[in-house]
């Protein structure tokens, strides 16, 4: 019996919280990249790309442990044996640039970048390694403005991706209102005030009784899972209720919520001085014509709680979301930032300002598909030409050379199945027209052309108005010269038609 030595077959399979994505996905993220793109450099920021590793040292609080150079980053020793790791995200390589370069650039240092981003953590549903994120900084500003301009672009770039005024709003705080408030009342310990943010950072999700057994002694939630508390001193947790009641109407305008916060008291000079930023930065926001409605002003926004140093902003989605079963699905966040003083100056040990937005591609490409905004995103095939005859091939290649030509994506098809596979090829694409060029067309200089965008929206149903039928016809024969004029309204047709729901 002879021994089968032939090598064992891999297992076709994807690594663990990596995707494969096709068309639909795509084309919508790379639209969205777009659109944000022009509001950013309209606004007069650059566009910046740094590559995919940095040295391990360069990723601040993401720094593996020295005998642990993949905790949280993926990281590979180079031949010199300086550790290297993919980038977790898109800030620290931004602040590793404006150290290296600062001499050369102009400041303040305005830049917007996007692209993947790696992380070594476990994947869950909805949680991936690898993602794209799209951000904007200013570097080298400490100016509230700087804050202010960085959101209202941030409200720009948000509507130029598909959504309204009123599906999305900005909640905008300052790290040091708590400062401010844990230094009036006595609280020093750094592990203690991290306890204590992370519990009001629930305030939206438990409620004043959660969060303030949180604050005190702990919480023992519904599974019988017990977490422990901050163990705050009771007059620190009452002025922290007092807080967070004070600004509980959503209703409020920015400056009625800074008049609040004002009347508390007990904020100390660290927490004033966070209002008089805040302040700056509404008056900006008036100047810019940012509605009421897109920012406001909350300071139950704690995010990036050993990142940000000053105003830190999040953006929500209002909309109602459905998963691809018809189930509400909560997206909440949808991206954020802040001002972060203290990240270039890891390398230059000298203060240099920074603030700066940023949002995930895949997760804000996913809650507006979730919220019913992406059929106007789904991808146009090219017009397939159908091949009948080896003979006439030539005839073929012309007039796909003629479509192109004239910008029009077209390509022919070079399987070997039949017409009616073809055709199904054509609609699986999701190919406006089909151009049929068989012996008789080609003899008496026409073309037949299948409107394949009238034949699904009459198949959908939705197409029982006479005049739009007569307007679309399913097939026509044109004079082989009006091919791609006739091709052209199809497409143009199809790519603002209202019927297919974009």
Not at 160 to 169: E, I, R, T, Y
Not at 237 to 245: K, M, P, R, V, Y
Request: with cysteine; hydrophobic share 45%.
């Amino acid at each position: 019996m002879t021994e089968d030595t032939t090598p064992p077959r891999p297992e076709a399979r994807s690594p663990r919280g990596f995707a494969d994505r096709r068309g639909r996905d795509l084309v919508a993220e790379r639209r969205l990249v777009s659109r944000v793109s022009e509001v950013y450099e309209r606004w007069g920021f650059e566009p910046l790309d740094t590559g995919a590793f940095e040295y391990a040292d360069a990723l601040g609080k993401f720094l593996p442990d020295a005998d642990r150079p993949n905790e949280g980053v993926f990281a590979l020793q180079d031949d010199d044996e300086q550790w290297m790791a993919l980038r977790y995200d898109l800030t620290a390589p931004l602040a590793r640039f404006a150290a290296q370069s600062w001499e050369t650039l102009p400041k303040p240092f305005r830049r917007y970048a996007f692209g993947p981003v790696w992380r070594n953590e476990k994947p869950g549903p909805g949680r991936f390694r690898e993602f794209v994120q799209c951000d904007a900084d200013t570097v080298g500003s400490d100016r509230p403005e700087a804050d202010a301009e960085i959101i209202a672009m941030a409200v720009e770039g948000l509507q130029a991706a598909g959504l309204k005024p009123d599906q999305a709003v900005i909640r905008v705080s300052n790290r040091k209102l708590f400062d401010g408030l844990f230094a009036a009342g006595g609280i020093d310990d750094a592990a203690q005030k991290l306890t204590a943010l992370r519990a009001i950072d629930k305030f939206d999700r438990l409620g004043w009784e959660g969060v303030a057994a949180l604050l005190g002694e702990g919480r023992l939630d519904e599974s019988g899972d017990y977490t422990k508390g901050a163990r705050l001193p009771t007059p620190v947790i009452a002025t922290l209720e007092g807080f967070l009641g004070a600004v509980a109407d959503d209703s409020m305008g920015r400056a009625a919520t800074l008049d609040a916060l004002s009347r508390l008291g007990g904020l100390g000079e660290i927490g004033e001085a966070a209002l008089g930023e805040l302040a700056a930065i509404d008056r900006a926001l008036g100047a810019m014509r940012v509605g009421e409605a897109a920012v406001r002003f909350d300071p139950t926004i704690v995010r990036g709680l050993e990142y940000y140093t000053g105003a830190v902003f999040e953006a929500e989605l209002l909309l109602e979301t459905v998963d691809d079963k018809g189930r509400a699905v909560r997206f909440g966040s949808i991206g954020g930032g802040g001002r972060y003083d203290d990240l270039v100056a890891r390398f230059t040990g000298q203060p240099l300002p920074a603030t700066g937005f940023s949002f995930g591609v895949s997760r804000l490409a996913a809650a507006l598909r979730a919220a019913g905004h992406a059929a106007g995103e789904a991808v146009r095939g090219p017009v397939v030409v159908i091949v009948f005859a080896e003979a006439d091939m030539g005839h073929y290649l012309d007039a796909v050379a003629e479509l192109r030509t004239a910008g029009i994506a077209a390509e022919l098809y070079l399987g070997r199945a039949g017409m009616k596979a073809q055709m199904k090829y054509a609609d699986r694409r999701g190919s406006p027209a089909a151009i049929l060029l068989g012996g008789d067309e080609i003899a008496a200089g026409q073309v037949t052309i299948k409107d394949l965008d009238a034949g699904r929206a009459l198949a959908a149903g939705v197409a029982d108005n006479e005049a739009w039928k007569a307007a679309r016809p399913g097939q026509s024969v044109v004079a082989r010269s009006d091919l791609v004029a006739t091709v052209r309204a199809i497409v143009a047709a199809g790519s603002g038609d209202s019927l297919k729901g974009g």
